[in-house]
């Protein structure tokens, strides 16, 4: 069963038809089609255009464009429309506009000008939502729903008073008694003891650092006060329209928004997803990314916003180079994408996004990019049996929203050094490069499938996850700063690793972090099991982190050398479990060894050339070469390249920016 009733790969792209004369949208219906576009996302910013009024509705346009999309037989991601509440809502109820924390309360003329907690902005969103679902219920072109866009781009929280007041029920509900915030909170530091609710504020702008404990549930009420805003809507299109898919776009891997949680409550996942065609490393973020939102639900997501070339929101704007959009759009298929999608279909011609690329240029049709598009849509159609192939992952990397926030709060901890996203591309970054499909995994999911778990960091760690961890059978690898807080951001009883202690068999006595520019040697030891080093490197370099640690019953795979923690450990092991004091420059040795025992290898099951990127999708194996260079790459078994029919056995020379998808 596909995402959507459309056979195959979806293949389309924002549509703005408000945007256009009616005898512009012959042409786009036409273009559409020669081009293969089978799905269009419309409506996502015409709240404005589509109710006039208060409870004043034109859905004029919105029908015919409908009816002739579906005449050419393109089907319809369908918003809801709220992703920009309307000038005269705004007007009548100005605090639907979100305030800063500095107290601004932000003007209209942009877009996502709302504040999540506003009663006024919540009640406009559902009763469109609900005028949309009744009135395009039996719609034969609707094949799904897009809430909102990319909740928390612009808008992430709102420091109002009707966000104060939001924030104060979720916190009670949370915690019951003032007695228990005030605990939680350690409001004894500081002298921050409440005696009433109405004390409670957002952490706004203060002379000093805020509470973090604080700061934490303000990230985990802003994210729960988004989704509030979400479920609001999927209630009615679900009773109005239950068999139509529910979905947001999500924003690859987003500091703000707690994914899972967020996952759990949409039909399938969809993303958004923009690698900057000028970083070198844009392919090996895009893909972690990807594989993100493809272990969400553990199942096929839908790239449902990409650049055909440049966007128009950074410094500057790199396009695409030959080649490159199709590169990309494969990669996002190989891992599990069901549909290559973009932002937008027509090039805009004024706003902000005038200069964002479409899949037809203002050019028009004689142009690079859209004979790009056009032999994209052919390629995407080659592949229609990918959609709904899944992928096997030996390996997982967790990742938990809010030890996230915890570990990025500001002002407050031994290092602002320690940036998640960093960590989890140091860990990935090497897997990807060989080939080894792997899953992101919150702590406390079921980790049996896997045989290597890598915590790259798990500051906030509760007694349950550890215990999920120690219930792991395969190798597990945990990062340096792991075990730190418990779930209200206070240090566990006895310090570092808190719950993890009898796990890793050691405590960390002292954070040690490096300054800035400086390294410290680190060296590989004989293990005592093997007689011989386990790492395959003798000497290895940390940066930036450093811990000294006491072993219990945990033995040492590398000690420091030199420096303020000449000859401590550094890389320690017990049993089947890894921990590292520290982050080392190249994690390649600790990965190796880690690998080589548990018996993972790449999905090719040989090395692969700099550069090229392997991924199975069910009986599909996708190399896509993002380097420089031909690569030849030996193939684990004979088939056909489903992208030129050519039968494939041996090896494959891949040309530069070049893809096979080879069937067997
Ligand atoms: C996304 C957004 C789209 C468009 C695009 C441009 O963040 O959802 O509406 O603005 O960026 O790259």
Redesign the pocket.
């Known amino acids: 069963m596909g995402l959507t009733r459309v056979p195959g790969l979806l293949f389309g792209g924002?549509y703005n038809p408000e945007q256009w004369s009616e005898q512009v949208w012959d042409q786009d219906v036409r273009l559409m089609a020669e081009a293969g576009v089978n799905v269009v996302t419309v409506a996502?910013?015409s709240w404005s255009r589509l109710e006039t009024a208060p409870g004043v509705f034109d859905f004029g346009w919105l029908d015919r464009i409908l009816d002739l999309l579906h005449a050419h037989g393109i089907a319809v991601d369908l918003a809801t429309a709220t992703?920009t509440p309307p000038p005269w809502l705004v007007r009548q109820h100005p605090d639907v506009q979100p305030v800063d924390a500095a107290g601004t309360r932000l003007e209209f003329g942009s877009r996502q000008g709302y504040c999540p907690s506003s009663p006024a902005f919540r009640q406009g969103t559902v009763r469109l939502a609900r005028a949309m679902a009744e009135r395009y219920r039996d719609h034969p072109a609707l094949v799904m729903w897009h809430i909102g866009?990319?909740y928390g781009?612009h808008t992430v929280e709102c420091f109002c008073e009707e966000s104060a007041r939001d924030f104060r029920r979720w916190l009670e509900a949370r915690y019951g008694t003032l007695d228990g915030l005030n605990s939680a909170w350690g409001t004894s530091c500081w002298g921050q003891h409440y005696t009433d609710w109405t004390q409670l504020a957002p952490p706004r702008k203060a002379p000093g650092p805020v509470n973090p404990a604080q700061v934490l549930d303000w990230r985990r009420f802003s994210s729960d006060a988004l989704l509030a805003c979400f479920e609001a809507e999927r209630e009615v299109l679900k009773e109005v329209t239950p068999d139509i898919p529910v979905t947001t776009?999500f924003?690859s891997v987003l500091h703000h928004l707690d994914y899972w949680k967020w996952a759990a409550a949409e039909d399938f996942v969809s993303d958004?997803a923009?690698p900057d065609p000028a970083d070198p490393q844009a392919p090996v973020k895009a893909a972690l990314s990807y594989d993100l939102m493809r272990s969400l639900k553990r199942r096929p997501w839908l790239l449902l916003?990409s650049?055909p070339s440049a966007?128009?929101?950074r410094a500057v704007n790199v396009p695409k180079e030959p080649g490159v959009m199709r590169l990309h759009s494969l990669q996002a298929l190989a891992h599990g994408s069901d549909g290559v999608m973009f932002?937008?279909w027509r090039q805009a011609r004024y706003g902000p996004?005038k200069f964002?690329s479409a899949m037809l240029p203002h050019g028009g049709t004689d142009t690079r990019q859209w004979r790009e598009t056009l032999a994209l849509g052919a390629d995407v159609r080659r592949l229609a049996e990918v959609a709904g192939s899944t992928t096997r992952a030996e390996v997982a990397l967790l990742l938990d929203w809010e030890s996230w926030w915890g570990l990025e709060a500001p002002e407050s901890l031994p290092s602002d050094r320690l940036r998640l996203h960093s960590l989890l591309l140091s860990w990935y970054a090497p897997l990807h490069g060989r080939g080894i499909a792997v899953d992101l995994a919150p702590p406390d999911r079921d980790l049996s499938g896997y045989q290597v778990v890598i915590a790259p960091n798990l500051y906030l760690c509760t007694a349950e996850q550890a215990a999920n961890l120690a219930a792991f059978p395969g190798r597990l690898v945990v990062g340096p700063f792991s075990g730190v807080v418990d779930a209200a951001d206070q240090v566990h009883d006895g310090g570092a690793p808190g719950p993890l202690r009898e796990l890793l068999g050691l405590r960390v006595e002292e954070f040690w972090p490096i300054p800035d520019g400086r390294t410290q040697e680190v060296s590989a030891e004989a293990d005592p099991a093997r007689g011989a080093p386990a790492l395959n490197t003798v000497r290895l370099t940390a940066r930036t982190w450093s811990e000294w640690l006491e072993l219990d019953d945990a033995h040492a795979l590398a000690r420091y050398r030199g420096g303020p923690l000449d000859g401590r450990p550094a890389v320690t092991r017990r049993g089947t479990v890894t921990y590292l004091g520290c982050l080392l420059d190249d994690l390649t040795p600790v990965l190796d060894e880690v690998l080589d025992t548990a018996g993972v290898t790449g999905v090719t099951g040989a090395e692969l050339p700099p550069g090229v990127e392997a991924c199975r999708r069910g009986d599909h194996l996708f190399l896509l070469n993002h380097g420089a260079a031909a690569a030849t790459v030996p193939l684990p078994a004979s088939g056909t390249d489903l992208l030129t029919g050519r039968p494939l056995h041996g090896s494959v020379v891949i040309a530069p920016r070049d893809a096979v998808v080879l069937k067997y």
């Open positions: 924002d996502v910013f992703a866009n990319e781009d776009n924003m958004d923009y916003e650049a966007v128009s929101w932002f937008q996004e964002h």
